[in-house]
């Protein structure tokens, strides 16, 4: 965005470099914000051209998120710093590691060296190595299932579902949830 809160022009124009740059829309505007906050507008031209280098270096991950905004925060930290991966983010290290799992391409493996040092890497599927949770969070809330939704909702939002819950059953059982003690169904007079 410009100062007067105006799209930059350089995002509104098509470029068809943009299919020799392999830069999605969407990444365009994240590069040229990433370019503006460091003052270096000037390095557009070379960010955009160390995209596609960086992708390749990265064995062609593709360029959807979270995977596209990864290499273009990469490609903007190669440019600015003046050397290639001086600076890597945290995230590169994921995607060098296989967090984010099978890459197309295998990554050099002098490039992996540089980027993670001897840090293992995932070969196999990255949620292989995460331990079965859905008994654990079916046992925690027990008292409070109705249905089996109930328990994905609190395995992805615990502290909103529990509450949820706690104010569900209070409903039920006609107590305010607030002054009240649910649990034993004492409610004040």
Request: net charge neutral; with cysteine; charged share 30%.
């Given at each position: 965005?410009?100062?007067d809160?105006y799209?930059n022009k350089k995002a509104?124009?098509?470029?068809?470099?943009?299919?020799i740059?392999?830069?999605?829309?969407?990444?365009?505007?994240?590069?040229m914000?990433?370019?503006?906050?460091?003052n270096a507008?000037?390095?557009?031209d070379?960010v955009?051209?160390?995209v596609?280098?960086?992708?390749?270096?990265l064995?062609?991950p593709?360029?959807?998120?979270p995977?596209?905004?990864?290499?273009?925060?990469?490609a903007?930290?190669?440019?600015?710093?003046?050397?290639?991966?001086?600076?890597?983010?945290?995230?590169?290290?994921?995607i060098?590691?296989?967090?984010?799992?099978?890459l197309p391409?295998e990554?050099?493996?002098d490039?992996?060296?540089?980027i993670?040092?001897?840090?293992?890497?995932?070969t196999?599927?990255?949620?292989?190595n995460?331990?079965?949770e859905l008994?654990k969070?079916r046992?925690?809330?027990k008292e409070?299932?109705?249905?089996?939704?109930?328990?994905?909702?609190y395995?992805?939002?615990?502290?909103?579902?529990?509450?949820?819950?706690?104010?569900?059953?209070?409903n039920?059982m006609?107590?305010?949830?607030?002054i009240?003690?649910v649990?034993?169904?004492i409610?004040p007079?």
């Amino acid at each position: 965005m410009t100062k007067d809160g105006y799209l930059n022009k350089k995002a509104l124009q098509t470029d068809v470099k943009g299919l020799i740059y392999q830069v999605p829309g969407g990444m365009l505007s994240n590069l040229m914000n990433q370019l503006k906050e460091a003052n270096a507008m000037d390095k557009y031209d070379e960010v955009l051209a160390e995209v596609p280098k960086v992708r390749a270096d990265l064995g062609y991950p593709p360029l959807v998120t979270p995977s596209s905004q990864i290499v273009g925060s990469q490609a903007v930290l190669n440019v600015l710093s003046g050397e290639r991966y001086k600076m890597v983010t945290k995230e590169v290290k994921g995607i060098v590691r296989g967090e984010y799992g099978k890459l197309p391409v295998e990554i050099k493996a002098d490039l992996v060296k540089k980027i993670i040092g001897d840090e293992p890497r995932i070969t196999c599927r990255p949620a292989d190595n995460i331990k079965p949770e859905l008994e654990k969070y079916r046992e925690e809330i027990k008292e409070y299932i109705e249905q089996e939704e109930d328990v994905l909702s609190y395995a992805l939002f615990p502290q909103v579902a529990m509450k949820f819950f706690k104010y569900r059953q209070a409903n039920k059982m006609n107590l305010d949830s607030e002054i009240g003690d649910v649990a034993s169904g004492i409610q004040p007079v």
